[in-house]
T-cell receptor
Framework: AQSVSQHNHHVILSEAASLELGCNYSYGGTVNLFWYVQYPGQHLQLLLKYFSGDPLVKGIKGFEAEFIKSKFSFNLRKPSVQWSDTAEYFCAVIIDYTGTASKLTFGTGTRLQVTL | DAGVTQSPTHLIKTRGQQVTLRCSPKSGHDTVSWYQQALGQGPQFIFQYYEEEERQRGNFPDRFSGHQFPNYSSELNVNALLLGDSALYLC?????????FGPGTRLTVL
C-alpha cells in the first residue's frame, strides 16, 4: 500500500529563517504530489502540486517543492518564513492509475511554529 | 463562487447513535470524497463518489456509508457510533485531480 512519511512532526523557526519540510512516499509508479496547509481554525488549502514536467514547482505564498524521483521525495521549501506561516503542513499523494480523480493519501503532518 | 460547504459545523452524539453529515461541492465539481481526520493525524480517506456511485473506498467498516445526489451534493452516514469515531470529517470536491476541502464537521461521540 502506498504511504507518505513526514519525518518532522514539529518545527520551530524564527521569522526570516529558511524552511524545508521533508516528505517521502512509497510507490514506484506514476504519482501526483501535493502539499496542503491548514492554518489555525481554517480548512485545508492547496499550497502546490506536481503532476508532471519541471520537478521544481512553485506554489502560493512563496512556497516551492522539488520532486526527486530517485529519492521518492517531495520536500517543501521557503527561503524566509513569516509569522503568518504558522500552520500544519500535510504532504499527500495520488497514484495516477485511473486518469480521473482518486484518493489522496496524506502524511501525518508537520506542525510549523514561527516565532517573532 | 462558494467553495465546499459542510453541515453541521459541530455535532455531539452518544455511542450507538447514528449520524448524517452533509456536503455541497464547489460549483462545477462532480466528484466528492470524504476523509476522517483524528486529532494530531493526517486525513484518512473514507470513500469517493462520482455519478452517484461509490467509486473508491478506504479501510473503513460498513458502518460508514454515503450517498451522492444528482446535484453532486453528498451525505456521509455513520451507524452504531463508537468513541473512536470522534474526529473532524472533511469533504473534498474535485473535477480532476485537484481536491478542494470544506471546513469539516467536528463529531464528538460521548
Amino acid at each position: 500500500a502506498q504511504s507518505v512519511s513526514q519525518h518532522n512532526h514539529h518545527v520551530i523557526l524564527s521569522e526570516a529563517a529558511s524552511l524545508e519540510l521533508g516528505c517521502n512516499y512509497s510507490y514506484g509508479g506514476t504519482v501526483n504530489l501535493f502539499w496542503y496547509v491548514q492554518y489555525p481554525g481554517q480548512h485545508l488549502q492547496l499550497l502546490l502540486k506536481y503532476f508532471s514536467g519541471d520537478p521544481l514547482v512553485k506554489g502560493i505564498k512563496g512556497f516551492e517543492a522539488e520532486f526527486i524521483k530517485s529519492k521518492f521525495s517531495f520536500n517543501l521549501r521557503k527561503p524566509s518564513v513569516q509569522w503568518s506561516d504558522t500552520a500544519e503542513y500535510f504532504c499527500a499523494v495520488i497514484i495516477d492509475y485511473t486518469g480521473t480523480a482518486s484518493k489522496l493519501t496524506f502524511g501525518t503532518g508537520t506542525r510549523l511554529q514561527v516565532t517573532l | 463562487d462558494a467553495g465546499v460547504t459542510q453541515s453541521p459545523t459541530h455535532l455531539i452524539k452518544t455511542r450507538g447513535q447514528q449520524v448524517t453529515l452533509r456536503c455541497s461541492p464547489k460549483s462545477g465539481h462532480d466528484t466528492v470524497s470524504w476523509y476522517q481526520q483524528a486529532l494530531g493525524q493526517g486525513p484518512q480517506f473514507i470513500f469517493q463518489y462520482y455519478e452517484e456511485e461509490e467509486r473508491q473506498r478506504g479501510n473503513f467498516p460498513d458502518r460508514f456509508s454515503g450517498h451522492q445526489f444528482p446535484n453532486y451534493s453528498s451525505e456521509l452516514n455513520v451507524n452504531a457510533l463508537l468513541l473512536g469515531d470522534s474526529a473532524l470529517y472533511l469533504c473534498a470536491s474535485s473535477k480532476l485531480h485537484e481536491q478542494f476541502f470544506g471546513p469539516g464537521t467536528r463529531l464528538t461521540v460521548l
